[in-house]
Nanobody, 121 residues
Framework: QVQVVESGGGLVQAGGSLRLSCAASGSIFSIYAMGWYRQAPGKQRELVAT???????NYADSVKGRFTISRDDAKKTVYLQMNSLKPEDTAVYYC???????????????WGQGTQVTVSS
């Protein structure tokens, strides 16, 4: 089975930094992309950043220039470095992995459990 395990959430003051980590484990044939979503109270879930197997990255306008997504293919791990944090960044952050467990089986999207990030003013 596949597991997506997150770490790094917590409480930080405005202007500070946090680094989130997410590792996919289990029987994995190929990973197409990994990324991060977030959902704040009273708001829709939104895409924060993605990283594809081809090396492309994508960011939400609200975090561009402050957040950086990176990937370690050998460890099947994705990171989200969050700098210059604002209270508006407070949300539950979810890690996703788009992957196949075999060559012939369909691909699927796996989600982490979510980790709370709280930015105080």
């Amino acid at each position: 089975q596949v597991q997506v395990v997150e770490s790094g959430g917590g409480l930080v003051q405005a202007g500070g930094s946090l680094r989130l980590s997410c590792a996919a484990s289990g029987s994995i044939f190929s990973i197409y992309a990994m990324g991060w979503y977030r959902q704040a109270p009273g708001k829709q879930r939104e895409l924060v950043a993605t990283s594809t197997s081809g090396g492309s990255t994508n960011y939400a306008d609200s975090v561009k220039g402050r957040f950086t997504i990176s990937r370690d293919d050998a460890k099947k791990t994705v990171y989200l470095q969050m700098n210059s944090l604002k209270p508006e960044d407070t949300a539950v952050y979810y890690c996703t992995a788009d992957l196949k467990v075999s060559r012939i089986w369909p691909s699927n999207t796996y989600w982490g459990q979510g980790t709370q990030v709280t930015v105080s003013s």
